[in-house]
């Protein structure tokens, strides 16, 4: 009886997890690097690598495809990111979107020597 | 129903002592009685009592699941386990409010009843600083997240709790970062109260430093349970995303950290006042940042489990609010505060500590902007761009060697003016430090250039902590401390180089070899319970040596609310974890089977658990004067 009712719990949960995709092998090490660097879309901050939800799964399938079609990693995010956006991969990458993402940190850096080197160095003339 | 409505009210009442204080402080500034000072501490006592109250009302009401309280409703079942009603309270968005709230007023009456003996009116400013926080705290959960909401008809049963919630780490990990949290709010009144008075003196600092480190050391300790949580309940096996509720946690501590080393050099020489405060500042709104950043909703994170926009909105004008006020005072109590024009010599431990707030201001701004930059652009631009771990890796990794570096010969500067001689121990440390570094990286078999540097400056960090323990006159929290920072940074760095993976898909009874092991899929077991029902798999490990470990990961669904969870199966060691992992796919007979090598693990716990314990060792040490 217990065991009866666990079947159909189970039975709805792989009908709702799960994914037709069922090699002995299934990934490589090149498609899980890949996988980490894209954002499962339809999850709360998850990578593909990470997520078993429907999206991610067929994202794997995907990038499999792609990997044996021939194309590089970066023509792979290239080609996904025209597709769903930005928003997919992890690295933002250089551009003129992100150009104050990278350099505000760097300023901050740059301005924190400047300002310990000004402080040591004019604390000389006080004495 | 009852329950809830005497809940209200107390929470009003408490309120209520809240602006009586407040109006008491006010009156007492300008007079000099005794008298009005016992009464503000009678309120202090009652508004603490009143929200103590309402804190039980509710932890009540989850223990005997009254669903006439909303909250209840919302996240609880009567099936839960005792344990899980009570960590419930805190594991939704109303509770935990209160929880901070009681912190909040417990702390300020800590405060008030520990500085007997500093100045009557910097007391009484800190009192009124940290009383419109209080009142701000009150009105937030009144008006837009009142935990004792009544409904009716009384529902029969609850929607439950969040299962990946229900977890001993995750239970105990709110309060006790909660502490870290608002222990920054008496820090951020102080540090006005002091400017105000003018008290920004090393008097004031070493009184602070108390609080800095009770702050401190919970925050660590908040975020080691947040991470162990992580590690074997979301069960990828990581423990660190910048994920940005993650990085919430870490930019108040990063400040945190520099304040601390900040502090000492305005104890110890009197510098630095105008700087101390800022971070003070800046500290408690991180906190506040973060909290609205979470309840807010705006963060896509994994983190996520309650939010409401009406909040955040509530949130960032108080926000707005707070860093007005503090901004006036700064500008109209700056000259109150000279900062005293001593020179500052380039080796001594002035320097150092400029030095570490240097960095750690760097790597704060990292944190920062990489959390809020794709929130702006999205306002702005309307696109949506992603900042994950890339970004992360590449602005503070390559930083970090120069930074291990100085934090090495840090500690052994003195104050004042360090006269560095030349000694044949140098050479001996550099000497040491590179055969071990090439050993190590033999074993690691490590081509990467970056990573060969960071080992050695690790290594040279490593030996030159071990080595401050046996000097004399030194300051062992401190050792402590920096010794586990160390040796945290190594066991990340080793355990990221050396873990290794495989992913299968097998049927019961297969077996697949990874690197040395070879796992067997013996079984699989069905398991009810009384919240969760679960598929139980039973996997053997064979090593090299032929030992076996049998392990056994879980799927569990739970029935309130139905949720799939993957529990994985962990087997600790002292040299590495083996962390298994199952999943289900569609119409086969096949598990997705997730074995994973990772050495080094229980070092990163153990590490951190080492800085914790040096912040301990700090705040219980009476002995404080040290070289």
Known sequence: ?127 | MILSNIGFLSLLFGLISSFIVFLCTVLNIKKNSLNLEKKIYKFLTLQFFFVIIGFFILLYSFLISDFSNETVYNNSHSTKPVFYKVTGLWGNHEGSLLLWLLVLTSFMLFFFLSSKNEPKNFRLYTVIFHQIIVIGFFIFVLKTSNPFDILFPIPSEGLGLNPILQDPALAIHPPILYVGYVGTSIIFASALAAMVTGYVNNIWAKNLKKWVLISWTFLTGGILLGSIWAYYELGWGGFWFWDPVENISLMPWLSLTALLHCISTLEKRDLLKNWSIILSIVTFMLSVTGTFLVRSGILNSVHTFANDPSRGIYILIFLFVIIFVSFIIFLIFESKNLENKKEIFFLSKETSVLINNWFMIYFLSVVLIGTVYPIFLDVITSEKISVGPPFYHKLLIPFLVPFFLFMSVGPSMSWIKTNLKFKISYVYYFLFTLILTIITIYFLSQKDILIKILIFSLVFLTIKTIVNFLKKNTNHAQNLSHLGFAMLMLSILFNAVTSTETIKNIKVGESFISKNDKITFEEIKTNEKKNYSSIIGTFEIKNVNDKIIKLYPEIRIYNQPVIATSEAAIKTTLFKDRFITINLIKDEQLFNVRYQNKPFMIWIWISTLIIIFGGAFAIFNKKKNYS
């Open chain 1, 1 to 127: 009886m217990v065991k009866k009712r666990i079947l159909v719990f189970l039975f709805l949960f792989i009908n709702f997890i799960g994914n037709c995709y069922s090699e002995t092998e299934p990934y490589s090490k090149l498609e899980n690097n890949i996988a980490k660097n894209l954002r499962c879309l339809i999850c709360q901050g998850q990578s593909i690598y990470d997520s078993n939800s429907e999206f991610a799964l067929s994202m794997r399938v995907y990038i499999k495809d792609q990997i044996n079609s021939g194309y590089s990693e970066s023509q792979i995010y290239n080609m996904l990111v025209k597709k769903y956006g930005q928003w997919i991969v992890y690295d933002p990458g250089y551009s003129k979107k992100t150009f104050l993402l990278w350099f505000i940190p760097i300023l901050f850096f740059l301005l924190g020597g400047a300002i310990i080197y000004l402080r040591i160095y004019k604390s000389k003339k006080y004495e």
